[in-house]
């Protein structure tokens, strides 16, 4: 079932755009981290549209959290590790972690553990383009794309073009 195409996305990101300056008064100390690998996608779009819209350009990171996941073991065997790069210090600053979908919240929960081992952000907000609910952990998004409900059979598909040829988002089983 489609739920976001290519032009309803490209809207989605841009309001997400403004409600992360909207929160934060501005681009000062504001930086953003995408969680490999779509939220990494995502975060350079939320980083374009912010350009456009305040003239000032955000820093952005890339986390892979592989090796801070509590299920790795469940994941595979030998677990592809992609690179972290954040070419910036996060001490006082007001980080954006990204991601495509929030699902369970452990994600998150690695992702944080994750970047502690970087600096002391000042805080730490969180942006999704998709939360489709059946929490585990205590943990929701301060920038949410759309909400979807799903049930735990149901998978959530983000596709971009830079990875899938394609842009959309579909809920399938």
Known sequence: MLILDAPSMARTIVR???EILEKNKGT???ALIGVQTRGVILAQRLQKEILTISKQSLPVGILDINLYRDDLTLVAEQPVIHKT????GLDN???VLVDDVLYTGRTVRAALNALVDFGRPKRIELAVLIDRGH???PIRADFVGKNIPTSEEEIVHVQFTETDKKEEVVVGK
């Open 85 to 88: 790069e954040i070419g910036f």
């Open 135 to 137: 929490r585990e952990l």
């Open 93 to 95: 600053k007001i980080v």
């Open 16 to 18: 997400m755009a403004h």
């Open 28 to 30: 000062q100390d504001l």
